[in-house]
């Protein structure tokens, strides 16, 4: 059968194609911008007819009635990365989070250990071929589309046609809704003076033809701006945002130094607005794959210089990193953390950066603590961190004692809790010296 007369005979509404959710089924929806709302409001329309589905899904940013109080015993929420839409149903015992590295979740969908019923997918208008696109994201989406039993597409010509592994046949699809709607988009946020101080330090760091793996958030976006008289930047990462625009347009960001896949932007999604969507539309300069691919950390460390900067929540005196939730309070997720973490410091001349404000809440709470408040989860291990990064500077801690490390850190902490992080490794036995001698020990 052409493709054309397959389309056709595939498309119908929303909850005509949501019925294919049954009690007891796992549904997979796609994450970030790309979230099939459409398809979201007619699987909530479904809670009378269904008992225990699973949703599962990454960061989604729309409204998520599928965990309200309402919905229990009908839907309950896996979350491979919390959202703040999802947060307190999380935290309320409603929703459940699976803590993960990003670059093993299509694992668990390809091996059988967490089989998909539905996947619920949003993608752009079918090509002359039949080749629909992914549009602003690959990330877990075409893995889940590939091993679901059954594909639900909604498929939107506000979607972006994207390069890379980023296309679905129509033949692979069970049921097609068409919908014309703006996507969901991330609202660019405006950088604040504390960003700019730690981007600063974090651009110390940076050099020319290196290649950069930016997670989300203010940090990452004031690194950005902090770059333009760089040259030959590349970028290889799970996601970017519409603060690497400039430097694209500028040519600073050119990937002619990178070590594999030179002159490629490798993504696995996207996260900003409609500038962003527009300037990935067809611009062969970007490449999208599955994140079991850009995350992988023997793909990450193929690029020669690879620079990851992530952030974090809380870190010991040690350099244990805990960044999905604040004591037992769940957060958010691994994401890519330690993937680019690993993937880094395997890459020659890489540098694992962690980048964080010095204090939480108005300078009123340290992030650099004695030890971890307990509940909370360590997603990177004091092994694995090598450069820290605040507002006062750069420490250093790979290969470095307890005692080194605690004096790196006491340094880079806010000057209103040195003393009490001091007194701490005082009392431990780690640091004997006065403080006044270490200055010299912040830097890398
Ligand atoms: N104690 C108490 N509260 C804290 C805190 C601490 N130690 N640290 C942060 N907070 C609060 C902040 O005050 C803020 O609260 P508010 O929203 O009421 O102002 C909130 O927690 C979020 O902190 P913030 O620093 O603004 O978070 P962020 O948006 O910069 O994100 C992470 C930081 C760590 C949550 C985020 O980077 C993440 O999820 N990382 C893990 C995954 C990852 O790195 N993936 C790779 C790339 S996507």
Redesign the pocket.
């Known amino acids: 059968m052409h493709w054309l007369d397959d389309y056709r005979q595939k498309q119908v509404t929303a909850e005509e194609a949501l019925r294919c959710v049954q009690s007891g089924m796992r549904v997979y929806i796609q994450p970030g911008c790309a979230e099939p709302e459409a398809l979201e409001s007619a699987l909530v329309k479904r809670a009378p007819f269904v008992r225990d589905v699973e949703i599962v899904h990454l960061l989604t940013m729309g409204h998520a009635d599928y965990v309200t109080p309402e919905m229990a015993g009908h839907f309950r929420h896996n979350a491979m990365f919390i959202g703040g839409n999802v947060r307190k149903a999380v935290n309320e015992g409603r929703a459940d989070y699976t803590p993960i590295y990003l670059s093993e979740i299509e694992g668990l969908f390809e091996s059988g250990a967490m089989p998909l019923d539905v996947a619920l997918i949003q993608v752009s208008p079918p090509d002359p071929h039949g080749f629909c696109s992914f549009g602003v994201g690959i990330d877990t989406t075409l893995t889940a589309a590939k091993v679901a039993k059954y594909v639900v597409a909604q498929v939107n010509d506000q979607m972006p046609r994207t390069y890379g592994d980023s296309f679905i046949h129509v033949s692979d699809i069970n049921a097609i809704v068409d919908v014309s709607q703006p996507l969901c988009e991330l609202p660019y946020e405006p950088i604040t003076e504390l960003q700019r101080q730690i981007a600063r330090n974090v651009a110390k760091l940076i050099v020319d033809g290196d290649t950069l793996q930016l ?5 990452p976006d004031a690194v950005l701006l902090e770059l333009t008289d760089r040259k030959d930047l590349g970028i290889h990462t ?2 970017l945002s519409d603060s690497a625009i400039p430097l694209i347009e500028s040519g600073v960001i050119n990937g002619a130094r990178k070590s594999l896949h030179p002159r490629k932007i490798i993504l696995g999604f996207v996260l900003g607005t409609r500038r962003l969507f527009d300037f990935i539309s067809e611009n062969p300069s970007f490449e999208f794959h599955p994140v079991s691919y850009t995350n992988s950390p023997f793909i990450i460390a193929q690029n020669d210089r690879m620079v990851s900067v ?5 870190m010991d005196i040690t350099g244990q990193t805990c ?2 939730s ?1 004591g037992q309070y769940l ?7 330690v993937d ?1 973490i690993r993937g880094a410091r395997h890459s020659k001349g890489g540098k694992p950066i962690i980048a ?2 010095s204090t ?2 108005n300078d009123t ?1 340290s ?1 650099i603590v004695p030890t971890l408040t307990p509940g909370s989860g360590v ?1 990177a291990s004091r092994g694995s961190i090598h450069y820290v990064v605040t507002e006062y500077g750069i420490a250093y801690l790979h290969g470095k004692c307890i005692r080194e490390r605690a004096e790196a850190l006491i340094q880079i902490a806010h000057p209103n809790f040195r003393n009490e992080l001091y007194d701490y490794c005082a009392h431990t036995k780690w640091l004997q010296k006065p403080l006044a001698d270490l200055s010299e020990l912040a830097q890398g």
């Open positions: 997670g989300i958030g203010g940090i799970e996601m992530n952030s974090t929540l809380q960044s999905d604040i957060y958010s997720g691994f994401g890519g953390q680019f964080m404000p939480a809440k709470i992030r997603v």
